[in-house]
């Protein structure tokens, strides 16, 4: 059983306890439980309307106190919340009626008064204790925030989150809260006058089951284990002209970043989004002129301390690849024989082959879209603001281009992808008399088709396991992708294995 963790903070004004609670919604997840207690008008409404204010980004979201009502549900990204105040229950029975008993499943519920009913109370809990301290001021309050059972490890984060942020004299400026992704990573933008910059909250990666020969998925395909590698690569990609947010202050151990913030001008426009095409040869540039360089292995992170970027070697591609008939086929009800399997497994040995002499270069791993920040003023490809590198690899050049031509969140019109290949081919030509167009896009398919296997597996593993359905929706984006990439002569065998064996996704 996990040790209650405890931590106090004074909070002079309303404006502090909104800039508490955001801290801690930067922390939560689906299922948290948070207790508000404390004397009447000790706060209690005011820091659940201030958490809920900034899920929403609204600071002006009608939240009225639930007294009356004893439940309001605010339904939100990524998560619903559940405002509760049980101050008028006199029998538990009361909360099976109004859905308090059991508390409902994927929801974050704040609960003000749970001492009038402290049977329903989960043993992994955030209570935040607020009391009056009219010697600071009027408004003043004093917070006791302990986490119990699992969640006490959330309440130490809270804390060393907070001494970050006060050293770095950022503990009292407004946040805005950020959409995250499919990681364990979260963001806040940070604004202070016209000024702004980002807040990244980067936990170390909780390691999974020892699934591939003694590691976990991630350690086994290389993924980021802590925030070390992005600071490693973004101040690698900085000393070479490219754009990348400068560090501003940095804790490597507890990781947490604040960066430059890049603003909101995207490569894509419109609803549905499409690509701004010009930006996007921009994007194309960038990446022949990086592919162009010869790039180091091994790079300084910290005084006497170097990071070492790791190879995307075959066993990471094949296990990645391996994510569709562990996850993807059984959603369709496809059970592989071991023959099927093992010839899955030569198909791909064979691809891998094929671009085994491929020049190796800092594969960003996720160049699309949703990572790329159009920076008006910068010149030329400095243009390209760089994000979400830190899963970063010494890898084929043709896989970040199949990442920003086969984006799996926005369709890429098969004219606009082709155009693209030929400039970026045109490019490392013009500056590499000994570059082969041809050998090129034979990579290009190839990694093309590991990406999108890995991809159908990957987004049937984040809804079954995960509970992140929402990712379903790029599945048939994806199969178009890798239909297209089936068609190279290179990839022949594997198409008519996919024929035989991968059913398409549900439209």
């Given amino acids: 059983m996990n040790e209650p963790s405890t931590f106090q903070t004074a909070l002079a004004n309303e404006a502090a306890t909104a800039q508490l609670m955001a801290d801690l919604a930067l922390l939560l997840s689906a299922g948290d ?142 946040r805005q809260r950020m959409p995250g992704d499919a990681s364990t990573r979260s963001y806040a933008r940070l604004i202070k006058g016209d000024q702004s910059t980002i807040l990244m909250n980067s936990p170390r990666r909780p390691d999974g089951p020892a699934l591939y020969d003694g590691k976990s998925y991630s ?55 499409k690509p701004i095409v010009e930006r996007y040869q921009i994007a194309v540039d960038m990446l022949a002129a990086l592919h162009q360089e010869q790039l180091p292995d091994i790079l300084p992170l910290a005084p006497h301390l170097d990071y070492t970027v790791p190879p995307f070697d075959d066993n990471a591609m094949m296990i990645e690849v ?47 879209s949703p990572n790329l920040i ?39 019109p098969e004219s606009v992808e082709i155009a693209m290949l030929a400039r970026y081919a045109k490019e490392r030509k013009a500056a590499d008399a000994g570059f082969e167009p041809a050998a090129f896009v034979q990579q290009y398919a190839i990694m093309s088709a590991q990406r999108n296997t890995r991809l159908l597996g990957t987004f049937a593993r984040l809804n079954r396991r995960d509970g992140k359905p929402q990712y379903l929706k790029h599945q048939p984006r994806v199969w178009t992708y890798l239909n297209r ?17 991968i059913p398409p996704p549900a439209p």
């Fill in 485 to 501: 990439a089936l068609a190279h002569p290179a990839l022949e065998t594997f198409r008519e294995w996919s024929i035989a064996h």
């Fill in 33 to 174: 439980v948070i207790t508000l207690t404390g004397d009447l008008g000790a706060g209690k409404t005011a820091a659940a309307r201030a958490l809920i204010r900034y899920l929403a980004q609204d600071d002006e979201l009608e939240v009225p106190s639930p007294t009356f009502t004893l439940a309001q549900t605010y339904d939100m990204s990524p998560f619903p919340v559940l405002h509760a105040d049980l101050y008028r229950v006199n029998d538990p029975d009361e909360l099976e009626e109004i859905g308090l008993s059991p508390l409902p499943d994927g929801t974050v519920a704040l609960i003000e008064w749970p001492e009038r009913a402290p049977d329903m109370l989960p043993p992994d809990r955030i209570d935040i204790a607020l009391s009056h301290r009219p010697s600071l001021g009027s408004g003043a309050r004093a917070a006791e925030i302990t986490g119990f059972g699992k969640l006490a490890g959330k309440v130490e984060r809270l804390a060393a989150l907070r001494r970050f942020l006060e050293l770095a004299g950022s503990l009292d400026v407004k």
């Fill in 219 to 273: 350690e086994a395909v290389h993924l980021a284990e802590d925030v070390k590698p992005f600071v490693a690569i973004a101040n690698g990609l900085r000393e070479r002209g490219y754009s990348a947010p400068a560090i501003h202050h940095a804790d490597l151990e507890d990781g947490f970043l604040i960066t430059e913030d890049f603003g909101r001008d995207l490569f894509i426009e419109g609803t549905p989004p």
């Fill in 374 to 412: 159009w920076l008006a003023h910068r010149k030329d490809i400095g243009r390209v603001g760089l994000l979400d590198f830190q899963d970063a690899v010494m890898g084929p050049a043709a896989y970040d281009l199949v990442s920003l031509l086969q984006d799996a969140r926005i369709d890429i």
């Fill in 322 to 368: 391996g994510l569709m008939p562990e996850w993807y086929l059984p959603d369709k009800g496809v059970t592989l024989t071991s023959n099927m399997q093992a010839d899955f497994l030569l198909i791909w040995q064979d691809l891998f082959a094929k671009v085994a002499d491929a020049p190796r270069t800092w594969m960003l791993r996720d160049f699309h």
